[in-house]
């Protein structure tokens, strides 16, 4: 079946690093792909997505690649603020006889430190 | 309003009470879901919802249950839950069951004593 791998947190950066976020996936057919981010309390956000092979993804600074030949679509920004502290969750969508069901990562809980 | 609200926002309950949680979407779709989400875990898929009827039920117990009245509304029906089934509870919403952008509303924190 379907699966998403994240990279393991919680991660710990001082403002102004640069970011990426691992992710992989396993899926039958051509998924759409999608990273969503949950603040504190709040539910979950759509960032970024990407529909096919080699679309980039791109919002707030962060960036996602689909890369079909390593199923990867890892999440990337050049210099967090702590305001970007948060969970974040790659997610795929296979559609076909997946119907309707969107695949989860774990999460990845990313703090950023001043 | 727009986008995807959810009431209310925080839930405490007995295990003999009955509750109903509530979503309503305002972006115009046709698909709904419910989702749950507990600590250490990923978000489970419970029920999806296109055009008001039922296509997906992932094994959930039956103290759950689902109403979809119209495209705009989704209900989720509490009784005699269990502990363990305290959890953030997430509505979501699409233009169609598929691969389409789910969006989410805020959650229902819920907490069964």
């Known amino acids: 079946g379907d699966s998403v791998t994240q990279m393991e947190g919680p991660v710990t950066l001082s403002e102004e690093a640069f970011l990426t976020i691992n992710c992989t996936y396993t899926a039958t057919g051509y998924p759409s792909l999608f990273w969503y981010v949950q603040y504190p309390g709040e539910g979950l956000q759509l960032l970024l997505k990407?529909?096919?092979?080699?679309d980039k993804g791109s919002n707030k600074g962060f960036e996602a690649t689909y890369r079909k030949e390593t199923t990867s679509f890892h999440l990337e920004k050049g210099s967090v603020q702590v305001s970007d502290s948060a969970v974040y969750f790659c997610a795929l969508s296979a559609g076909g006889t997946s119907g309707s069901r969107l695949t989860f990562g774990e999460g990845t809980q990313l703090t950023v430190n001043p | 309003e727009t986008g995807v609200t959810q009431t209310p926002r925080h839930l405490v309950m007995g295990m003999t009470n009955k509750k109903s949680l509530k979503c309503e979407q305002h972006?115009?779709?046709?698909?709904m879901y419910w989702y749950k989400q507990s600590a250490k875990k990923p978000l489970e898929l419970m029920f999806v919802y296109n055009f008001k009827e039922q296509t997906e039920n992932n094994s959930v117990p039956s103290r759950f249950s689902p109403e979809c009245p119209n495209s705009s509304h989704l209900f989720l029906h509490l009784h005699t839950l269990q502990p363990e089934d305290s959890a953030l509870y997430l509505c979501?919403?699409?233009?169609?069951?598929?691969?389409?952008?789910?969006?989410f509303g805020p959650g229902t924190r819920l907490l069964v004593l």
């Open positions: 972006l115009g779709h046709n698909a």
């Open positions: 990407a529909t096919k092979a080699d």
């Open positions: 979501a919403s699409s233009q169609a069951a598929g691969r389409e952008t789910q969006y």
